[in-house]
């Protein structure tokens, strides 16, 4: 997947480019990020990518004009291999992303994700130029770059050959959507706290049973909402009820086909 990413901190995305598993992506050719910096495309001594906004009120807006120029150029590049990509904008307007939002958006072979700064971007810009809007979650940050690059990161761990096969075996087990289970590893007894003995039992299929346990366990308790509407089986549906006679606090489960 090809990258363009309009910012003016286009040193920020080495966290991506650089380490672990979005770094080795790199390195491997499936991934490439070009960054392209209005600061570059702007005018005069000062350089100004920034200004006070029309009516008042505190904060700068992007100006237009040197994103279109950084836009045009991440566009042409873009074209160079053939590709058309879709203009994504960061913003706390945006939907909120979703895993299986990332899963779509990974389907794509290239975007330009803008980063926004300041108050923002002026809006005529956003009309003429921007496809998609996505937010990374409901608190205020400082601008779109942490979010580009946490969307990349989600997208990345996505595409063909980037995760090992034991990593991403992982990603269509059934638990996809539910919290984990707990992870051990030496020493087996640490400061008086011990390792389950179930994990070192040897037996395979009763570990896979406790972590499936443990998951829907996990997820009734501190993410209930992943639950709704979710089909569960008959031993997954007596796992929660053992839960409730535990005098743990779970929602009953809705059926398929309940309101
Ligand atoms: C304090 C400024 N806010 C006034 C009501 C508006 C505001 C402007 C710019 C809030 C945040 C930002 C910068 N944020 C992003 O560019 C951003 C973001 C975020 O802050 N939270 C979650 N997802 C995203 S995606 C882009």
């Not at 638990?175 to 003995?197: F, I, K, M």
């Not at 829907?216 to 992943?226: M, V």
């Amino acid at each position: 997947m090809w990258v363009g990413a309009i910012t003016l901190f286009p040193a920020m995305f080495e966290a991506v480019t650089a380490y672990g598993v979005t770094g080795r992506a790199v390195e491997q050719g499936v991934l490439e990020v070009d960054a392209f910096n209005p600061r570059d495309y702007a005018e005069g001594g000062y350089r100004r990518v920034d200004d006070r906004p029309y009516g008042g009120g505190p904060g700068m807006v992007m100006m237009i004009e040197p994103l279109r120029r950084a836009l045009a150029q991440a566009k042409d590049k873009a074209a160079t291999r053939g590709l058309t990509p879709p203009v994504i904008y960061l913003s706390p307007q945006g939907r909120r992303l979703t895993q299986a939002d990332v899963a779509e958006l990974a389907q794509w072979p290239a975007m330009i994700l803008l980063c926004g700064r300041y108050e923002g971007i002026d809006e005529r810009l956003l009309a003429t130029e921007v496809d998609a809007e996505w937010s990374v979650g409901d608190y205020v940050l400082s601008g779109g770059e942490l979010p580009a690059m946490v969307l990349m990161d989600a997208i990345t761990r996505l595409l063909p050959g980037v995760l090992g096969s034991s990593e991403s075996a992982e990603q269509d087990s059934f638990s996809d959507g539910w919290l984990d289970c707990p992870h051990y590893t030496r020493p087996p007894l640490c400061e008086g706290l011990a390792v389950p003995d179930i994990l070192l039992s040897g037996d395979h299929q009763a570990i896979a049973r406790w972590r499936h346990r443990q998951r829907l366990e996990r997820t009734a308790l501190r993410r209930p909402d992943l639950l709704q509407g979710r089909a569960l089986t008959k031993e997954e549906q007596a796992w929660l009820l053992d839960l409730r006679q535990e005098g743990a606090e779970v929602q009953p489960q809705a059926h398929q086909g309940d309101a």
